[in-house]
């Protein structure tokens, strides 16, 4: 299997704190893989740094083979990383369909001039957009819900409709921040089936979870991250027997 | 765009056509040319602040420019109006890329006050860089327009030249708002890390967002150089750049269609305040408060919700 995103010796400190120390590890196309750690571990900085919104301060990340350290997230976006937000960061002040729109940004070129004169090829592209953005609703069924303001959706569907943005981007791994966190049982039932549907369109997917069960029961292999290293890893069936992780994270 | 938006078009398009119809004397066309020249500014104004939700509090600044930059050209050196007035968008285009690219890094209150400042810095040089400008008294005997040997000389010939000019601009605006480039710059708005993360290259994006509001205060300093034939460095300053975004905010900066109306209505009300001579500004005021108060999002989508507020409180 190709090696798609490789961290090696990863570390950032936020002055006097390592908030990643060393951590390494890889995630190979078409794979599921799932973060797991209690707060401040260092998820969600680990993240921010793959994405290159904070600096790296130590070790190098690759993503195919090529390296990425310090890039900013709009290159990094365009060369295939996608993700969503621990906290929703939809842009509210547009509908449900324009937000998938965005996602399109990277993947068109239509300048200010060539939109503002509406040139050929800009409606041709707007055209494209238009249906890939309605074809990506609909593999979240929010397509009914396309032109409602995006700040108006129930928690779950703002969540799923975050992740259907990052999938607009048409990206190779897509980084997912506690996307079950704060839903109900069927709404991480839909958001699991979504999942499934974008690992068999052939994306990764790496994803931070607290709710370490659910995590590790969509996940094919597992890591246990604590204070900014990776404490424990393996396949997650095995995670889900160990008996540190059934004490620390499943409350037995 | 959709349907909707080219509808509304057509309709402004036959008002603007049709007002000189029903609204006749010099006096009042020349309100209404000021009319179009303001709405060119907040339009401009509207996509930089409404839509991207950059700030800027010195827009006058490059209407000051446009203004300064074809009326110095023509009188002085003798320029031909229409390479002066590309002249003048150039040289606001520079301006704003030398001052856009730091002052952007700013986020806020501190963009707003670093666009202030700029604005002033523009002032103090109009009014210091006397064998140009003329200084304080200002540059007089501006020439008026000449299109295919038709004098532009009365208002009534200048508002067919100067509202078309806002039509075409508003099609362009319109048009940039209903694509790729315009939901990039609300996205920015609503989450600049986000819009990030999708692919949206902040800085570019809001360096070609001020450029090009940059570009519409320009040519309505033009118009209104040649229109007035008069410029002064008192139709710059802080005062007026203040008033632009008045317009704006009292419209509905938001909303493109509700910047031409706050410039239409903000452009009428100094000739209604007449009678309250020195006191208008606290009119101006009181008016603005309101606005915050009760309708935030502007005039122009505000007074349709307070009707239907009002009107379901009655039946309810």
Redesign the interface.
């Known amino acids: 299997m190709a090696c798609l995103l490789s961290v090696k010796n990863l570390g950032k400190a936020f002055g006097g704190l390592m908030a990643i120390y060393d951590l390494s590890f890889d995630v190979s196309t078409g794979q599921i893989k799932a973060l797991i750690g209690p707060n401040g571990a260092g998820k969600t900085t680990l993240f921010n740094l793959i994405t290159g919104v904070y600096p790296i301060s130590q070790g190098q990340i690759l993503f195919e083979g090529k390296k990425v350290n310090n890039l900013p997230p709009y290159l990094i976006a365009n060369l295939g990383v996608s993700r969503t937000f621990q906290t929703v960061e939809l842009f509210g002040n547009m509908t449900v369909l324009e937000n998938v729109m965005v996602g399109r940004h990277t993947r068109t070129g239509s300048g200010m001039i060539s939109c503002g004169f509406r040139m050929p090829w800009m409606k041709k592209e707007e055209n494209e957009i238009y249906t890939e953005s309605m074809r990506i609703l609909a593999l979240g069924s929010l397509d009914a819900k396309a032109d409602m303001p995006s700040a108006s959706l129930p928690l779950g569907e703002q969540k799923i409709l975050e992740v259907l943005r990052a999938l607009a981007t048409k990206p190779k791994l897509i980084l997912l921040d506690e996307p079950a966190a704060g839903l109900n049982e069927s709404e991480t039932l839909k958001m699991c089936d979504l999942f499934y549907a974008i690992r068999e369109s052939g994306v990764t997917i790496l994803l931070i979870e607290q709710n370490a069960k659910a995590a590790l029961q969509i996940a094919a292999y597992g890591y246990v991250l604590e204070t900014g290293s990776i404490v424990l890893e393996g396949p997650a069936q095995q995670l889900l027997k160990d008996p540190k992780v059934q004490h620390a994270y499943l409350g037995k | 765009m959709g349907k909707r938006n080219y509808l509304k078009l057509l309709w402004l398009s036959l008002i603007v056509l049709t007002a000189p119809l029903f609204i006749k004397g010099d006096y009042y066309l020349s309100v209404l040319v000021f009319m179009g020249i303001n709405s060119l500014v907040v339009m401009g104004l509207s996509l930089l602040m409404g839509y991207a939700g950059q700030i800027s509090l010195g827009h006058a600044a490059f209407y000051g420019i446009g203004a300064y930059a074809t009326g110095i050209l023509t009188t002085q050196y003798h320029f031909s109006i229409y390479s002066a007035f590309l002249i003048g968008i150039a040289l606001s285009v520079i301006v704003a890329v030398i001052i856009g690219i730091p002052a952007l890094r700013l986020k806020g209150h501190y963009l707003a006050v670093a666009t202030l400042g700029i604005g002033e810095i523009v002032y103090i040089i109009f009014n210091e860089l006397m064998e140009l400008t003329g200084g304080p008294s200002g540059l007089s005997n501006i020439p008026i327009f000449h299109i295919g040997g038709i004098p532009f000389n009365t208002s009534f010939r200048m508002y067919y030249l100067v509202w078309p000019v806002v039509i075409l601009l508003l099609w362009?605006?319109l048009?940039?708002i209903h694509?790729?480039?315009?939901?990039?710059l609300?996205?920015m708005?609503?989450?600049e890390?986000?819009?990030?993360?999708?692919?949206?290259?902040?800085s570019v994006l809001k360096i070609?967002?001020f450029i090009?509001s940059a570009i519409y205060a320009s040519i309505a300093g033009s118009l209104y150089a040649h229109f007035v034939t008069f410029v002064a460095p008192s139709n710059f300053g802080l005062m007026v750049s203040v008033l632009f975004l008045m317009m704006g905010v009292i419209g509905g900066i938001q909303n493109i269609w509700g910047s031409i109306v706050g410039a239409v209505l903000l452009t009428a009300l100094p000739e209604s305040l007449r009678v309250f001579q020195e006191y208008d500004i606290l009119v101006y005021g009181a008016i603005l408060l309101a606005i915050l108060l009760f309708m935030p999002e502007g005039l122009l989508e505000g007074t349709p919700r307070l009707i239907k507020k009002a009107t379901s409180r009655r039946k309810g």
Request: charged share 10%.
């Open positions: 362009f605006s048009n940039i694509s790729r480039v315009g939901r990039a609300r996205a708005h609503g989450s890390v986000a819009a990030n993360a999708m692919g949206v290259n902040l070609h967002i090009l």
